[in-house]
């Protein structure tokens, strides 16, 4: 804390003085409250490391919901120039393009209030969920390269969605740079089972209610309007993805001594991106984010059918679906002029400003829409890419409200009983695969969402548009 230089009520640059080796400064996103809980672990360590990496162009970045991770903080951005600079998996993680999707319904909150119970009930049937689990719709080893290289493109083709969905998708949910032949067998095999699944930890089905709006204008090109029913997907590439972190972690390490790159912590291992083990992993990677698009896409043709059988309509928009763990090639302006660099994204959000070219024709007036989810029984937000992230943050803002204790330390806190107590008396009612996987995703074990947000807003980064509320929640 001593040695954090205070820029602003919401910005702290860490010097390179902080530590010997740092080749730029760190710069942390937080409020007074919020920095407290990030310097109370190893984030501020982990910006320093990943300060001293070939390549960076500025600063080593952490959003208000950073805390300490494998390598890079979670929350951590860092953008490096492709031709000197580094690919690291841990500034990726191991739940690469684990993400948000959110789904308007046409049906406000009194209308799905006597529906709620029996809606969960069938999602949780129809939408596999838990550590592990398999998935109804198995692939064959050709469809699984299918999936890799073709992400949503590949669901909608095969009657998962519509073609209007996939303008709706970050990179209309297809990495065009994929290519399954560096994506090993391991990884394709227990990606085979398991597309169309939940997963455990902090991925969550939620069915919630529009409380709040903000912003009218962006409101209304989102489609969202007050007490409007919607349904939140959180979920990423699963065991898959995991094992293309896995496989290419063990390559990089390999690599260092290859390219002679001395690092501060071995969990940072790192190639040059312009190497034939960086290329690899790029493209690996990117096969691994579109398995994420087509099961976040998947998911939703489930929901949609729940809400058919249900409630008689199945005419769920799919607002937006972004990515938080990812790498990807972007185009920037920086002292040496416009600029294409590789951007680091370790549980934070792509969040592009009004008339950026890469946001979709129907959003562009007003921007990219952002989706924050909160911690089970904490409201979510929706917000809109603002002009400062593409000056400051290379165009990203925060994920979520991230940890705040361990899982173990959370599952030790209460019991899944006196936590389904109450969360029943906010109005949420919940469906879990396991107890304990409740217990250590419960409110209590994550930073204050609204801090995170309200950082976020005044720093011009992303800017607030709707807030959302749960009143249904699946967890694996």
């Known amino acids: 804390m ?7 009520t919401y910005r702290y640059r860490l010097p390179k003085t902080y530590r010997e080796g740092m080749r ?7 409020n007074e409250k919020l920095l407290r809980a990030i310097t109370a672990d190893q984030t501020l360590d982990q910006v320093a490391n990943v300060a001293m990496l070939p390549g960076l162009v500025s600063e080593s970045i952490a959003m208000p919901d950073a805390h300490q991770g494998y ?9 490096v120039d492709p031709d ?11 739940d690469i393009n684990c993400g948000v999707r959110l789904l308007a319904t046409p049906f406000d909150a009194k209308d799905i209030a006597p529906y709620v119970d029996r809606l969960l009930d069938e999602l949780f049937k129809a939408v596999p969920c838990g550590t592990g689990k398999e998935g109804t719709r198995k692939l064959s080893g050709r469809e699984i390269d299918d999936v890799l290289e073709h992400g949503a ?19 209309t949910g ?4 994929a290519d399954a032949s560096k994506v090993s067998d391991r990884a394709k095999q227990r990606g085979i089972k398991q597309l169309g699944t939940l997963g455990s930890g902090n991925h969550f089905l939620e069915i919630q209610v529009v409380d709040s709006l903000f912003d009218d204008e962006a409101a209304r090109a989102f489609g969202l309007n007050k007490q409007q029913v919607v349904v939140l997907i959180h979920t990423g590439s699963r065991g898959l993805g995991h094992q293309v972190c896995t496989d290419y972690l063990d390559i990089m390490q390999r690599g260092l001594k290859k390219y002679n790159i001395s690092l501060p912590d071995r969990q940072l291992a790192c190639v040059p991106v312009r190497s034939e083990e960086g290329d690899g992993y790029l493209k690996a990677m990117a096969g691994a984010a579109n398995f994420a698009f087509a099961n976040r896409q998947m998911i939703t043709h489930w929901t949609r059918n729940v809400f058919n059988h249900v409630m008689k309509s199945g005419d769920l928009r799919l607002v937006y679906d972004v990515a938080h763990n990812i790498a990807k090639f972007e185009n920037y302006k920086t002292a040496k002029g416009e600029r294409e660099l590789l951007v680091h994204r370790k549980g934070a959000t792509r969040a592009f400003p009004r008339n950026h070219p890469d946001v979709t024709d129907e959003y562009r007036s007003v921007g990219q829409p952002v989706l924050i989810p909160g911690s089970m029984g904490t409201s979510s937000y929706v917000l809109a890419g603002g002009e400062n992230a593409m000056v400051e943050s290379y165009g990203s803002t925060c994920h979520g409200a991230g940890r705040a204790m361990s899982r173990k330390k959370a599952s030790r806190d209460i019991t899944a009983n006196e936590l389904l107590k109450q969360l029943k008396q906010k109005g949420v009612k919940v469906r879990g695969a396991s107890k304990r996987g409740l217990t250590e995703e419960q409110p209590d074990a994550y930073k204050d969402v609204e801090s995170v947000v309200d950082v976020v807003h005044e720093a011009g980064l992303s800017r607030k548009v709707a807030r959302l509320v749960p009143i249904g929640v699946i967890k694996g």
């Open 84 to 94: 000197e600079g580094v690919v690291s998996a841990g500034g990726v993680g191991f």
């Open 174 to 177: 297809k990495l065009r740079s």
């Open 71 to 79: 390598g890079f903080c979670i929350g951590g951005v860092a953008a």
């Open 24 to 30: 730029v400064d760190g710069k942390i996103y937080a």
């Open 153 to 171: 493109h590949w669901a909608v083709r095969n009657g998962y969605g519509e073609d209007n969905d996939l303008n709706r998708i970050e990179e």
């Open 2 to 8: 001593a040695k954090l230089e205070m820029i602003d």
